[in-house]
């Protein structure tokens, strides 16, 4: 399947020249692991918007959730975000899966809590830790950022998100 996500500007130009705070966003949903089969409801999740960030090697998850979650944190590593306003902790994995979409559930077994300060209206930075088992292609003309899922790229089916 393949999914197109609006950039902030809309007119494919903005994006290039301006740092923006709101890229693309997709509909994601996080729980504890193992990943649900779909058949059976999940207890505890977390679900809102998540900012696409290919500039990001490991996924994001907003403290709160992680905590809604009952996820722990793990002894060790710790790192400085980019906008070095917060440290990274690293927490027991989850799985993320984006349900307005008809992706596959993506398990991710380290995952990295932040307050996410500058960016109040997401819940998850998806890194290119997750990225990298999708395509994911800027086309400047539109202003769209378009997301194919590798294992089902080849139905052509585009659906227009936000």
Sequence with gaps: MRYELPTPSGDG???AYKLQHGGPKIDCVLAPLPCWDG???VALYCRGMALLDTGSDVTLVRQSCLVDLKI???NGETRDSSGGDATLTKHEG?????????FRKIPLEIVFASPLK???D???VIGRD???HFRMTYDGLSGMVILDDKQDSAT???HRIG
């Design 13 to 15: 130009f903005s994006a």
């Design 39 to 41: 058949l059976h409801p």
């Design 72 to 74: 722990p944190a793990m």
């Design 94 to 102: 989850v799985c993320i899966a984006f349900p307005q979409v008809n």
């Design 118 to 120: 500058r960016t109040p």
């Design 122 to 124: 997401v819940i998850a």
């Design 130 to 132: 997750v990225l990298q």
């Design 156 to 158: 052509g089916t585009v």
